[in-house]
């Protein structure tokens, strides 16, 4: 994991290590981990990622951030 090309959001502090950063690979899988945790990572089909990306453009998690 460590020759993968790790982005993360524009909307992510550059000093801060609290977000989550995303890596594609050519074999067609979508890698995420969190900057705190870059040894823990989450591996995902490409049509897993859009539906979530979707779906959180949506508004479909809102609630998760209301209390």
């Known amino acids: 994991m460590s020759q993968l090309r790790w982005s993360k959001s524009s ?3 550059s000093s801060s290590n609290e977000c ?5 690979t050519p074999r067609r899988r979508v890698h ?9 990572v989450l591996s995902v089909a490409p049509g ?20």
């Open 32 to 40: 995420l981990r969190e900057s705190d945790e870059p040894d823990t």
């Open 11 to 13: 909307y992510s502090s």
């Open 48 to 67: 897993i990622w859009s539906a979530f990306t979707r779906a959180v453009k949506a508004g479909e998690y809102d609630y998760a951030c209301r209390r």
């Open 20 to 24: 989550i950063e995303v890596a594609g």
